[in-house]
Nanobody, 125 residues
Framework: QVQLVESGGGSVQAGGSLRLSCAAS????????MGWFRQAPGKEREGVAG????????YYADSVKGRFTISRDNAKNTVYLQMNTLNTEDTAMYYC??????????????????WGQGTQVTVSS
């Protein structure tokens, strides 16, 4: 089993920045990809960014390209999501996930077996 704990959410004004963290523990050898998903009220959950735990491959949704950056610290089993130039459309619950991403676009939830509880990001105008 894998446990994922997110942190770093909060409230920020449009144009601001936040950094989310996701610390993994447990059977970390059972996955090779970590991702961030988000779900806004009344909308489906969508993949935002992902990163391979060993290689250099990463994924970004078109809506966040150039604004969000995903990175990892393997020594800490932690993945980060740096979010810059936030806008009100980024308001959502953000979830960390771990699994084996198959490369489909957009990044599907079904590729990810383990999920965190989520952290809220609220962007005000």
């Amino acid at each position: 089993q894998v446990q994922l704990v997110e942190s770093g959410g909060g409230s920020v004004q449009a144009g601001g920045s936040l950094r989310l963290s996701c610390a993994a523990s447990g059977a970390t050898w059972t996955y090779n990809y970590m991702g961030w998903f988000r779900q806004a009220p009344g909308k489906e959950r969508e993949g935002v960014a992902g990163i391979h735990v060993v290689g250099a491959t990463s994924y970004y949704a078109d809506s966040v390209k150039g604004r969000f950056t995903i990175s990892r610290d393997n020594a800490k089993n932690t993945v980060y999501l740096q979010m810059n130039t936030l806008n009100t459309e980024d308001t959502a619950m953000y979830y960390c996930a771990a699994g084996r991403y198959g490369g489909r676009i957009p990044m599907p939830e079904s590729d990810f077996r383990y999920w965190g509880q989520g952290t809220q990001v609220t962007v005000s105008s």
